[in-house]
């Protein structure tokens, strides 16, 4: 993705943290963090509430990716879902540890910190989260 | 607000066009605009011109000037402004020469759409294209554009019970109706098996289910109805312009199978043309992938939501049904120059309209509708057209 390095250190919180924000108006939760509450609006301006998301959640839909970009072609074939979070935010991440047939929309997911890509050999690394299948406690 | 009308139409061939550069194209979809519309370059208030990424596909950025400019105009110094809006560029810049026009300020307006996307490689041009998705939490985990439809499908099957094979008849019907077209890039018709079987992209969807990487430009002229009638017979009323956004990604919307900004682009086009769904004779809707084409339907308020698939299968929308949907070939025969399909769209309205699409023309055609869609749904624009 040849992304400038303070473009992803800004993201490190989010990335490999899940941390994301509530509004203290509403309740709702947002991943990534808003600046205000598209519902609350100005009444949530100063009332965003930084919070830790807890990772686990269930794929809405999915993709088997056969044809991936430059950074992912070593990947191939690899699953994409859409995950609703446990708090509420839909996210896009890719599904791993298990075969891609086993991916269905339903499962039960939970997230794992991860190398995503790399600029080249010897550019920067960059890792974030990915979702495999939530161990039965 | 004024009445506006298409005076005149121009159209390069879509495709893989090795020996045509970027100017070239522009120049050649413009002219034929101008030259259609009978009108001079004196008699131009105004150009508009839609591109997604000519920064990236031919690192060239500033081109409303540089359009102007190869068009001949510079000496007259024309208002010149270059519109963005991903994949629905093109209609957008359609809307903004309305505008001007609407308004009262400009008579005369020309509007292109070009993009030249094979001066670059194949996974780059992919990745210029990602670029209508959210960068920083769709591309960034791998997910690509093809991949992001493929996800609105996989739901819809689930949902609708929408199969693959119905998505292949979209795919054969847009074929079929290029064949007819001499500006599609894919005149050949295709087969159901040869869709079923091609090469996995993103599952549910093979190669055969995604639009192309295209070069092309297409060109209109916009002209004050009361003053249409100086410059041509049959001049075309845009009666209905609507537009609207959405989350830049899919996993922000209400509904992965809806398409929000169709629905509220339609609801504000059919307000203002004061008709509805069921008035439309045909529509060029926004088919970069076979899903998109059901989608479509369904979220114009054309069928059912839900009942696309089974739509598309009863065969409502081919040339011959009831409602045909892209009988110029879509996005997925006619070609994909991102920046031009907007535009391109309108040009087919107006051939319809006016009963020049030859081999692929619409019986009694009244009202035709084109549907233009940036990234994933995040911008959408509908117009409804109608012969004066």
């Known amino acids: ?137 | 607000m004024r009445d506006v009308a298409v005076i005149g139409v121009g159209l390069t061939k879509f495709g893989e066009l090795w020996d045509k550069s970027f100017r070239q194209l522009i120049a050649e979809a413009g002219s034929q605009a101008i030259l259609d519309a009978k009108i001079e370059g004196k008699d131009i208030n105004a150009l508009y011109i839609g591109s997604m990424s000519s920064g990236r596909f031919v690192e060239q950025e500033h081109i409303g000037a540089l359009v102007a400019e190869v068009s001949g105009f510079s000496h007259l110094h024309i208002p010149a402004t270059r519109v963005e809006g991903a994949c629905a560029s093109g209609a957008l810049a359609v809307r903004e020469g309305y505008f001007s026009i609407a308004s009262g300020l400009n008579d005369i307006v020309v509007v292109g759409g070009i993009e030249k996307m094979n001066d670059v490689g194949g996974s780059q041009a992919t990745a210029i294209l990602a670029t209508a998705a959210d960068q920083e939490w769709e591309a960034f985990f791998g997910a690509t554009f093809p991949g992001i439809y493929a996800m609105i499908a996989t739901r819809h099957m689930h949902e609708y019970g929408t199969t693959k094979e119905q998505l292949a008849h979209v795919a054969v019907k847009n074929h079929a109706n290029g064949a007819l077209n001499p500006y599609a890039q894919y005149q050949k018709p295709i087969t159901l098996d040869t869709v079923m079987k091609s090469t996995m992209v993103a599952s549910p969807l093979g190669l055969m289910d995604c639009s192309p990487v295209s070069d092309g430009a297409a060109s209109i002229v916009l002209c004050a109805a009361d003053k249409a009638k100086n410059y041509t017979d049959k001049p075309i009323k845009i009666i209905g312009s609507g537009q609207a956004s959405d989350t830049l990604a899919l996993h922000g919307r209400r509904d992965i199978c809806t398409l929000d900004s169709t629905v509220h682009a339609a609801q504000q086009a059919y307000k203002q043309a004061q008709i509805g769904p069921k008035d439309i004779s045909f529509a060029e809707v926004h088919d970069c992938f076979t899903i998109a084409e059901i989608c479509a339907i369904e979220d114009l308020g054309f069928v059912e939501k839900g009942k696309g698939g089974s739509a598309i299968e009863q065969k409502i929308t081919t040339l011959d049904g009831t409602l045909p949907v892209n009988t110029s070939g879509g996005l997925k025969a006619k070609g994909h120059p991102v920046g031009a399909t907007g535009v391109a769209q309108i040009v087919e309205l107006t051939m319809q309209l006016r009963n020049e699409a030859g081999k692929r023309q619409v019986k009694d055609a009244r009202y035709g509708l084109a549907h233009n869609v940036g990234g994933s749904g995040a911008t959408c624009v509908v117009h409804i057209m109608e012969a004066m």
């Open chain 1, 1 to 137: 993705m040849k992304e400038g390095v303070a473009r992803f250190w800004r993201q490190i919180p989010q990335r490999y943290n899940f941390l994301g924000n509530q509004c203290q108006s509403c309740q709702k939760v947002f991943f990534p963090p808003r600046e205000s509450c598209p519902h609350c609006r100005r009444k949530s301006i100063g009332k965003m509430k930084e919070l830790k998301l807890s990772g686990r959640g269930e794929v809405v839909t999915y993709t088997i990716i056969h044809v991936g970009p430059e950074e992912f072609e070593d990947q191939v074939p690899y699953p994409v879902a859409i995950i609703k979070l446990e708090e509420g935010p839909q996210i896009t991440a890719q599904i791993v540890d298990c075969p891609v047939e086993d991916v269905k929309i339903g499962m039960k997911v939970q997230s794992t910190f991860r190398k995503i890509q790399q600029d080249g050999h010897t550019g920067a690394i960059y890792y974030g989260y990915k979702f495999k299948k939530l161990r039965q406690e």
